[in-house]
């Protein structure tokens, strides 16, 4: 079944879980999971993007993010592109660390905001790495630590959060605190965890009145939120794509891409169509086919024609 298109407007609220290859380890020790915060730290300062909550686990990771102007890809290809180079240097190994595709939800935030915050910040506690709230409190690789003070994020965004449980600052810690004491009892995880019909509308016996009711709501697999927020952020993306370039405009981009990647390497673009493996040239053709998969949405095909290669080479260096 073919991927279904991210929608990726800035200024959008998502849900990100980002999962090791195989349920494999993505931090083995407190330094990597220091320099996996460190370069999230260092992208939400070059990016404008607002990060609200999180939880690093041993094999995945959590994030409540809002993208800046460049969107939520830009930010995750080079977080988990960067940290996964450093991973595999640093435990001498190869190959792929995370699944292939990150999951991304969009999320109403008005009806969701606060149950997403406290599903996150429990993540450590139900999965066993803290036994109480108390070690929460101080568990530094969860968002809950720096909402009770106890480290220092400045990349986070407490005040936000605290914002929606009070206009005092110590009134609103007890509110958050109260409410993730409710919020421990409840599972959550398949209605967060995901968009779609059930999800977005509180459950089947909700959607089984609407449609009693003769309501028809719309739902779509990336979005949770009720049929008005799915239908304006559909029609946004809507929008957007008529704004992409014709194919012929397409084509001629492509061609300027092909020749800015070779003059920046010092090669020729017959020099790179040859079928040579010498020196940056693997690396070159990755990059192009990187973002004429993931950025303009070529085919696998298209994008091996461009580049001189097979189908099959295009498909290893982009998945």
């Known amino acids: ?15 990100v879980i980002i999962r090791g290859i195989e349920k494999g380890a993505i931090v083995r020790d ?26 690093l686990l041993t ?12 969107g939520l890809s830009t930010f995750m290809r080079r977080l988990l592109s960067g940290y996964a180079q450093y991973f595999n240097r640093r435990h001498k190994r190869v190959g792929h660390l995370f699944q292939n595709r990150y999951k991304s939800i969009i999320c109403e935030e008005d009806a969701y905001f606060d149950k ?60 958050y605190l109260d409410y993730l004491e409710e919020e421990k009892g409840i599972d959550r995880e398949k209605e967060l ?20 009711q003769g309501i028809k709501a719309l739902s ?4 949770l939120g009720g049929d008005s927020f799915v239908r ?15 194919k012929k405009e397409l084509l001629v981009q492509i061609d300027i891409d092909i020749e800015d990647a070779c003059n920046e390497a010092g090669i020729t673009v ?34 091996a024609r461009q580049l001189w290669v097979s189908t099959a080479a295009v498909s290893y260096m982009v998945r």
């Open 116 to 175: 997403l915050v406290a599903y996150i910040n429990l993540n450590p506690l139900r999965a066993g790495l803290v036994t109480s709230f108390e070690e929460l409190s101080v568990y530094p690789w969860c968002s809950h630590a720096a909402m009770m003070s106890s480290v220092q994020y400045k990349w986070l965004d407490c005040d936000y959060v605290l914002s929606f449980f009070g206009n005092r600052k110590g009134e609103a810690r007890q509110a």
């Open 1 to 15: 079944m073919p991927r279904g298109a991210r929608l990726d407007a800035p200024g959008t609220l998502h849900h």
């Open 193 to 212: 965890s995901g968009g779609g019909l059930l999800r977005s509308h509180g459950g089947w016996s909700t959607v089984q009145s609407m449609r009693k």
């Open 270 to 303: 017959v020099v790179l169509r040859s079928g040579s493996r010498k020196g940056k040239l693997p690396s070159v053709r990755k990059k192009l086919a990187e973002k004429f998969v993931n950025e303009y949405g070529l085919t696998l095909a298209e994008t």
């Open 232 to 246: 304006e952020v559909l029609r946004e993306a809507e929008g957007e794509e008529k704004k992409v370039l014709s």
């Open 30 to 55: 407190g330094q990597d999971r220091n320099e996996f915060i460190r370069r999230i730290s260092e992208l939400v300062k070059g990016t404008g993007a607002r990060i609200y909550a999180f939880a």
């Open 220 to 223: 779509d697999d990336r979005i």
């Open 59 to 70: 094999n995945h990771a959590h994030i409540l993010f809002k993208s800046g102007p460049e």
